[in-house]
């Protein structure tokens, strides 16, 4: 099946420096990907939808000049926590869009997801 | 009212036990659905798309009511392992694709 790969798994870093999370779709070509956070006890929330070759879609209430998001290739996105803070510690997870069969239109593959801590 | 909406649990239930979640939604144009299933601290995995006629996977039977706008998750002799958060994903494009999450239902097969 799809295989879509997210490093780091988890990462801690001081406040005020930059992160960033790649995630790789391995054996199919994602022409979109999503980037959600969950924290805990809570779903995962959207944060934004990244289109190769063109901008991500943002969210409502997400700060695309702090989540700086790059989709340069079929196969690779990545998330970019700019000046983190210790609020933005959560557990961030890409999804690839991947066509199913049987008439259902897409499925969501998830990478493994990184869990950052910042202190 | 939230675009998609899952009863939290938890569902407490002995192993062999049947157990069934639904899910509502409340945009009619929703195109696909879709149940995953995510253990604690781990990402969601597809457990089954959901199909207008209804489908089964072993002991795992989804079904959409397009009516009533809801899908639901029927799970059969429950297996200890079945210990999960059950999330119900609708997606939908009106102007723009967009996939929602369930806050998802926990589930609890004890022995």
């Known amino acids: 099946g799809a295989v879509v790969s997210q490093h780091p798994s988890w990462v801690i870093c001081k406040s005020g420096t930059s992160v960033k999370i790649e995630c790789r779709s391995l054996?199919?070509?994602?022409?979109?990907m999503f980037w959600y956070r969950q924290f805990p006890k809570q779903s995962l929330m959207l944060m934004a939808t990244?289109?190769?070759?063109?901008?991500?879609?943002?969210e409502q209430g997400v700060e695309k000049d702090k989540f700086l998001i790059n989709h340069a290739s079929l196969t690779l996105s990545t998330l970019t926590v700019t000046s983190a803070h210790p609020e933005d510690s959560s557990f961030y997870i890409c999804?690839?869009?991947?066509?199913?069969?049987?008439?259902?239109?897409?499925?969501?593959?998830f990478g493994s997801g990184t869990r950052l801590t910042v202190v | 009212r939230k675009e998609v909406e899952q009863d939290p649990g938890p569902f407490n239930v002995p192993e062999g036990a049947t157990v069934a979640f639904n899910c509502t939604y409340s945009n009619s144009a929703s195109q696909s659905f879709f149940w995953y299933r995510q253990d604690c601290r781990k990402e969601p995995k597809l457990l089954m798309s959901v199909y207008s006629s209804g489908n089964e996977d072993g002991r795992f039977t989804a079904q959409l009511n397009r009516a009533s706008q809801y899908i639901s998750l029927l799970i059969r002799d429950s297996k200890l392992s079945d210990s999960a958060t059950y999330l119900c994903?609708?997606?939908?494009?009106?102007?723009?694709?967009?996939?929602?999450f369930g806050a998802g239902t926990r589930l609890f097969v004890k022995a």
């Open positions: 999804s690839a869009r991947e066509e199913l069969g049987q008439g259902a239109n897409y499925g969501y593959t």
């Open positions: 054996d199919f070509q994602a022409t979109t």
């Open positions: 990244s289109n190769e070759g063109s901008k991500a879609t943002y």
């Open positions: 994903v609708v997606t939908l494009n009106t102007g723009g694709f967009k996939t929602i």
